[in-house]
């Protein structure tokens, strides 16, 4: 860019920035600087402060963050329960900021699934594992013979791919807390959503059966192709997943990937972690409040720009 445009350069700009596709154009999930205020007695919460995030169709991702910071917010924006008072959030091609009643009835039947912490809350209690799979097909539609027919297999075929094909018949009191979490997959996998969102789907089992279920969401993952995201406090649980984002003060802060590498020497294959700054579309980047007290950085740092990286130092200016 020369020091001083001619308004033949900023024409030029102005058509590459209109040409610039938009932000998670190929994403599944996009939430740009999404906002939720919520008001209480006069007293306002900014429990989302300007969340970027982007999914892409296929992952298996996990949300964790402390208490507070927004993972339950943003898992009800997305559902379709509750909508941003600000910002942009786009599931699957619906605008989440627009869709009027009756869209967002048909959104929270089709195009996602969920599951819940309490496993009370996912499983009609007087219907068996079955009918209860049954239910959101039956909302959905054909109630013809054929339709019966496909349903019934549908059923069997979930109950199947989550192993729990020896409940059919049985109600939510008379099966395990593991079973029951397996069946309510199966009735947010009944109708084939675009993604299936899980919060804290494995808060109220023993650390043996979470690992269980979450191998449920790994079948579900690879066999159907659907996108699941899950919010978790369990460090077990996000350490299986190839990418585990955080929360942080209402923003995604940082992000860690995980990949199978084979090792030279052993030739065993082990799993490499790196972990990721979030940097917003305005150049913001939230440093790990561990890098920050280990070097004692406060309100200024020394920034260096070098030919591949950027050098980030605790102020050392004698101007205080
Ligand atoms: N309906 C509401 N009315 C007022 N404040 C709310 C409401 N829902 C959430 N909040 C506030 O918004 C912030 C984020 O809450 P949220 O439940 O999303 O956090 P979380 O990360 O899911 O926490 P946890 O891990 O404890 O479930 C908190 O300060 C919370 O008190």
């Known amino acids: ?21 938009d932000y998670g154009h190929d994403a599944l999930i996009t939430c740009d600087r999404l906002v939720r205020i919520f008001s209480a007695d006069g007293i306002e919460v900014q429990a989302l402060q300007g969340l970027d995030l982007l999914v892409r169709e296929g992952e298996l991702m996990a949300l964790v963050g402390a208490s507070g910071s927004g993972k339950s917010t943003l898992m009800n924006i997305l559902a379709g329960l509750d ?7 786009r599931v699957a091609g619906h605008d989440l900021l627009a869709m009027t009643a009756k869209d967002r009835l ?5 195009v996602v699934g969920f599951v819940w912490q309490q496993t009370s809350r996912n499983l009609l209690p007087y219907l068996t594992a079955a009918q209860n799979v049954a239910l959101p097909l039956q909302l959905a539609g054909d109630r013809s013979r054929r339709g019966r027919h496909a349903r019934a ?6 109950l199947e791919l989550l192993e729990v094909a020896d ?18 997959i199966a009735v947010a996998l009944a109708n084939d959503p675009a993604v299936l969102l899980a ?11 979470a690992e269980q279920i979450f191998a449920a969401f790994r079948t579900a993952n690879e066999r159907l192709g659907t996108t699941i995201v899950i919010v978790t406090h369990d460090q077990a649980v996000a350490g299986e997943v190839r990418r585990t984002v955080a929360i942080r003060d209402g923003r995604t802060s940082t992000e860690v990937l995980r990949r199978s590498e084979v090792d ?19 150049g913001r980047l939230q440093l790990p409040a561990d890098y920050i007290r ?19 130092w605790p102020d050392d200016s004698t101007e205080r």
């Open 1 to 21: 860019m020369t020091a001083d445009p001619t308004l033949t350069d900023l024409a030029q700009q102005a058509t590459s920035a209109r040409r610039a596709p």
């Open 83 to 89: 909508t941003p008072t600000a910002g942009a959030a």
């Open 106 to 110: 048909a959104y929270r039947r089709t």
């Open 153 to 158: 297999e549908r059923v069997a075929e979930l």
């Open 167 to 184: 409940c059919r018949d049985r109600r939510p009191h008379e099966m395990s807390g593991g079973q029951q979490q397996r069946v309510a």
């Open 199 to 209: 919060d804290e789907p494995t808060g109220e089992l023993d650390s043996h059966t």
């Open 264 to 282: 030279e020497t052993t030739g065993r294959e082990r799993v490499v972690a790196r972990e990721y700054a979030m940097l917003d579309r305005a």
């Open 294 to 312: 280990a070097l004692d950085m406060r309100d200024r740092v020394a920034l260096e720009l070098e030919e591949d990286h950027i050098g980030v």
